[in-house]
Nanobody, 125 residues
Framework: QVQLVESGGGLVQPGGSLRLSCAASGLALNYYAVGWFRQAPGKEREGVSCVSSNAGSTYYADSVKGRFTISRDNAKNTVYLQMNSLKPEDTAVYYC??????????????????WGQGTLVTVSS
């Protein structure tokens, strides 16, 4: 069964850090483009960051550039999103998604086949 499972969300104070994990089963994630997305209450889903299948290219939304970093650990079949200098406006449910055929443009637009269930990130004092 193909599955993506996010973890690492939680409550953090403004300025703090979290690392989200996207663990895959049933697929070799290193062959897939992987993206992180978020959706806050009452807002549309936003593409946060993507990494190409060979990790040669990455995309970051302007709102997270310089604060978030996407990375892969192929041995663990996992993609991470390191989030630093968190702000209240980063509060959202974060999802990871993957697709074998997607390029970065498709990824950041959310045209990906496999989606996780999401993990909640709350930034609040």
């Amino acid at each position: 069964q193909v599955q993506l499972v996010e973890s690492g969300g939680g409550l953090v104070q403004p300025g703090g850090s979290l690392r989200l994990s996207c663990a895959a089963s049933g697929l070799a994630l290193n062959y897939y483009a992987v993206g992180w997305f978020r959706q806050a209450p009452g807002k549309e889903r936003e593409g946060v960051s993507c990494v190409s299948s060979n990790a040669g290219s990455t995309y970051y939304a302007d709102s997270v550039k310089g604060r978030f970093t996407i990375s892969r650990d192929n041995a663990k079949n996992t993609v991470y999103l390191q989030m630093n200098s968190l702000k209240p406006e980063d509060t959202a449910v974060y999802y990871c998604a993957a697709d074998y055929f997607a390029d970065l443009t498709m990824c950041k637009e959310g045209y990906l086949e496999v989606w996780g269930q999401g993990t909640l990130v709350t930034v609040s004092s």
